[in-house]
C-alpha cells in the first residue's frame, strides 16, 4: 500500500512539474505576445505621425507649387502687360512725332513771317538812327559856330565863368551856382585886379585857340561824317542783301534736312517697335520654358526627399524591431527574423534597400541642354547708324554750301570795308596834320604869352611860401578862410582828441640851469615834437604855455574819420613823445635825463580865432580840463588815458586799469587807464571778434 501511494505521489510530482513547466511557458508566450502587440501599437502611432508628416510636406509642396504657379502666371501677365505699353508707347511716341513735326513746321512758318518783320523793324530803325546821327552832326555844328561867339567880356557871365573854373553849371541846381557865383565874387573882390585881369587873358586865349581847333575839326567832322553815313548805307545795303541770300539758302537746306530727318525717325521708330515686339516675344518663351524646367525639377527634388524620408523612416523602425526583439530573446538575423518583420511591419515596402536614384532624369537633362527660342534680331543700332551717317552727310554739304556763300559774302565786304577805311583814313590824316599846324603855331603864340606872365609865376611863388607858413600856424580850413579876407566863425566840433604833456619836475630844474640851457632844452624837445606831429595827417599844435605841451586831433577831418582814428592818432603820437624823451640828448644839460607825463582824452570841444590881429585858433570846453586833469594825475614817463579813449582803442592797445580821476571841481569821477602796449595784429582781430559777437 505504500509503495503504491510512493509511485501515484512521484507521477503525481511529474505531471505537476510538467504542468508547471507548460504553465511558464504560455505566460511567457503571453507576456512576449503583449509585447509585441505594444510594439505593433507603438509602431502604428509612429506610422500614422509619419503619414501625417508627409501629407503636410505634400500639402506644403502643393501650395509652394501653386504659389510659384501664381508667380509665373503673374510674370507672364507682366510681359503681356509690358508688352502692351510698350506698343502704346511706341505709338505714342509716332503720334507725338508727327505732331511735333507739324509744330516744327507751323514754327518754320512763323519764323519767316516773323524774320520778314524784323527785316522790316530792323530798316526802320536804321533809318531812324541815319537821322538821329545827321540830326547830332547838324546839333554839333551848331555848338561849334556858337562858340564863336565866346568874347572877352562874356568872362563876366556867372555861367561863362564857371565853365572856365572847370565846374559843370547844368549838374547843379540854379540856387547853387548862385550862390557859388556871389562866393567867386566876392573873393575876387579881394584879389589882386592885375591877377584876375591876366588870368581873364589868359583864358581868353586859350578859347580862341580852341576856336580855332574847333572850326577845323568842325570842317573834318563834316566830312568824316558824310563820309561815314555813305559807308553805313552802302553797308547795310549790302549786308541786307547777302543776310536775305544766306537765309534764303539757310532755310531752303533746313527744310531738306528736317524732311530727311522725320523719315529717319519714322524709319528707325518702325524698327524699334518691330524689335521690341521681337525681344517680348522671346522674353516670354524664354520664361515658359524656365519655368517648365523648374516645375520638372522641383517635382523631382520632392519625390526624392519623399523617398528618402521613408527609407529612413522604416530604418528607424527596423532598428526599434531589434531592440524589442532581443529584449524578448528572439533572433534578429536569418529567416525567423524576416517572418518576424513581415509579421510585424507588414506595411514595409518591399524594395526598402534598393538605392536611391539623385541623377537627374535624362528627360530633365535634355530639357536643360535645349536651346532657348532664338529669333532673328533686327540691329536697330546699325540701321540708326547707316541713316545719321548719311544724314550727316547731307548735312555737312548744306553747311559747306552755306559756308561758302557766306566766305564770299565776307570776302566781299571785307574788300568794300578796305576801301572805305582808305577813304576815312585819308581824312583822318589830313584833319591831323592840319591840327597838327595849327597847334604848333598855337604852342609859338602861348609860349610868347607865358613869357609876359613871369613876373606873375613870381608873385605866385611868394603867396605859396606865405600860405606854408600860414598853415604851419593854424588849421588848414582856418587859413582857407583867412586868406579870403572872411572872418572865421566859431565852430562847434563832436568829437576831439586832445593830448597834454608836462616835464616833471621843470620849474626846478630850470631853477638850478642857465637861461641858455633851459632854451637849447626846450627847443631840441620841442622841435622833435613838432616833427613828429607833422607826421601825422590830422594834428594840430596848439599854444604852449611853460612846459606843458598840448595837441589836437581831428579839426580837418571831421568828415572823413572817426573819433577812433583821432584817438589812435592821438595815442601813438604820445607814444614817439616817449621814445623822444628817452632818447633826448642831455649832454649839455645839469642832469642826464628828464621825465614826462602825458594824458589823454575825447570829446567835444568849441574853436575859434580869439584874436584876428594876431591869430592863434584856440579850444574850449569842458575835454580841454579833463586832459589837464588826466596829464596832472599821471606818473612819470607814464601815458594816462580816459575811459572815453579807452573804449575806443581797447582794441588795438593793452592797458591796465587806474584809479579813477576827479573831473570838473570834484563833481564826479571818471574811470582812467594806463596805456602798456599795442596789441599784435592776431590778439586785436581776436579780441574785435569778441566785441562783435
Not at 430 to 443: C, F, G, M, P, S
Not at 533 to 543: A, M, N, P
Not at 607 to 621: E, I, Q, R
Request: with cysteine; hydrophobic share 35%; charged share 30%.
Amino acid at each position: 500500500m505504500s509503495r503504491t501511494q510512493t509511485l501515484i505521489d512521484q507521477e503525481t510530482l511529474d505531471y505537476l512539474d510538467k504542468q508547471r513547466e507548460d504553465d511558464f511557458r504560455i505566460v511567457r508566450n503571453i507576456a512576449i505576445e503583449h509585447e509585441n502587440i505594444e510594439f505593433i501599437f507603438e509602431h502604428a502611432e509612429r506610422y500614422n505621425n509619419w503619414k501625417t508628416d508627409e501629407l503636410y510636406l505634400e500639402r506644403s509642396f502643393l501650395a509652394e507649387a501653386g504659389f510659384l504657379e501664381k508667380i509665373h502666371d503673374e510674370e507672364q501677365e507682366n510681359l503681356k502687360k509690358r508688352q502692351y505699353e510698350e506698343a502704346a508707347s511706341q505709338k505714342s511716341i509716332e503720334e507725338d512725332q508727327r505732331t511735333f513735326n507739324l509744330i516744327i513746321n507751323e514754327m518754320k512758318s512763323l519764323k519767316v513771317q516773323c524774320d520778314q518783320q524784323y527785316l522790316a523793324r530792323v530798316e526802320s530803325r536804321q533809318e531812324r538812327e541815319r537821322k538821329a546821327l545827321a540830326e547830332s552832326h547838324a546839333r554839333k555844328l551848331k555848338k561849334m559856330n556858337l562858340s564863336r561867339n565866346v568874347t572877352l567880356r562874356d568872362v563876366e557871365d556867372p555861367e561863362i565863368r564857371i565853365i572856365l573854373k572847370g565846374l559843370d553849371f547844368n549838374s547843379k541846381t540854379f540856387q547853387e551856382e548862385n550862390l557859388r557865383t556871389e562866393s567867386l565874387k566876392a573873393k575876387e573882390a579881394k584879389i589882386h585886379h592885375a591877377k584876375v585881369l591876366a588870368q581873364l587873358v589868359r583864358n581868353q586865349k586859350e578859347i580862341e585857340q580852341m576856336r580855332e581847333v574847333h572850326l577845323l575839326q568842325q570842317k573834318y567832322i563834316s566830312r568824316y561824317l558824310d563820309c561815314e553815313l555813305e559807308i553805313i548805307d552802302e553797308n547795310e545795303a549790302l549786308l541786307s542783301e547777302h543776310t536775305a541770300k544766306e537765309q534764303a539758302l539757310e532755310d531752303h537746306l533746313k527744310q531738306q534736312a528736317d524732311v530727311e530727318e522725320n523719315m529717319i525717325n519714322m524709319k528707325l521708330m518702325a524698327l524699334q517697335s518691330s524689335q521690341n515686339e521681337r525681344n517680348v516675344n522671346q522674353l516670354a518663351a524664354s520664361v515658359r520654358e524656365r519655368q517648365r524646367k523648374e516645375a520638372k525639377l522641383l517635382a523631382f527634388k520632392e519625390q526624392r526627399e519623399a523617398k528618402r524620408r521613408e527609407k529612413e523612416f522604416w530604418l528607424k523602425e527596423i532598428d526599434i524591431l531589434k531592440a524589442h526583439l532581443v529584449r524578448v530573446d528572439h533572433p534578429t538575423e536569418g529567416p525567423v527574423f524576416d517572418a518576424k518583420v513581415e509579421e510585424l511591419l507588414s506595411r514595409m515596402p518591399k524594395d526598402l534597400h534598393a538605392p536611391i536614384d539623385d541623377a537627374v532624369p535624362e528627360s530633365a537633362e535634355e530639357e536643360d541642354g535645349t536651346a532657348p527660342v532664338v529669333v532673328d534680331d533686327i540691329n536697330v543700332e546699325a540701321a540708326r547708324a547707316r541713316e545719321m551717317a548719311l544724314f550727316e552727310t547731307l548735312k555737312k554739304a548744306h553747311k559747306q554750301a552755306v559756308k561758302k556763300l557766306k566766305q564770299q559774302h565776307a570776302k566781299a565786304r571785307e574788300l568794300r570795308r578796305a576801301e572805305q577805311q582808305k577813304n576815312l583814313a585819308a581824312i583822318l590824316v589830313a584833319q591831323e596834320t592840319d591840327i597838327k599846324k595849327l597847334k604848333y603855331q598855337q604852342e609859338i603864340e602861348m609860349q610868347q604869352f607865358e613869357e609876359t606872365q613871369k613876373s606873375a609865376s613870381k608873385a605866385d611863388e611868394d603867396n605859396a611860401a606865405s600860405n606854408e607858413r600860414l598853415y604851419g600856424m593854424l588849421p588848414k580850413f582856418v587859413a582857407d578862410v583867412m586868406k579870403t579876407g572872411a572872418a572865421v566863425e566859431p565852430r562847434p566840433f563832436k568829437c576831439l582828441a586832445f593830448l597834454t604833456a608836462d616835464i616833471v619836475s621843470f620849474t626846478n630844474l630850470s631853477s638850478k640851469s642857465s637861461a641858455k640851457q633851459v632854451v637849447a632844452l626846450l627847443n631840441r624837445l620841442y622841435s622833435q615834437m613838432d616833427e613828429v606831429i607833422d607826421s601825422f595827417e590830422d594834428l594840430y599844435k596848439l599854444e604852449t604855455i611853460g612846459d606843458a605841451y598840448n595837441v589836437v586831433a581831428g579839426l580837418n577831418t571831421q568828415e572823413t574819420s572817426t573819433p577812433k582814428d583821432f584817438a589812435v592818432a592821438m595815442i601813438e603820437c604820445a607814444q614817439r613823445f616817449m621814445d623822444i624823451v628817452r632818447n633826448l640828448d642831455m649832454s649839455d644839460q645839469i642832469t642826464d635825463h628828464i621825465q614826462m607825463r602825458i594824458g589823454v582824452h575825447v570829446g567835444p570841444a568849441v574853436g575859434g580865432v580869439a584874436n584876428p590881429a594876431m591869430p592863434k585858433y584856440s579850444l574850449f570846453g569842458d575835454t580841454v580840463t579833463i586832459t589837464a586833469q588826466m596829464e596832472q594825475t599821471s606818473r612819470p614817463m607814464e601815458i594816462h588815458i580816459s575811459g572815453p579813449t579807452y573804449d575806443l582803442v581797447s582794441d588795438v592797445f593793452n592797458c591796465e586799469v587806474s584809479e579813477a580821476v576827479p573831473i570838473l571841481d570834484g563833481k564826479q569821477k571818471m574811470p582812467a587807464w594806463w596805456l602798456l602796449n599795442k596789441k599784435s595784429s592776431a590778439t586785436a582781430r581776436r579780441d574785435v571778434g569778441k566785441a562783435e559777437q
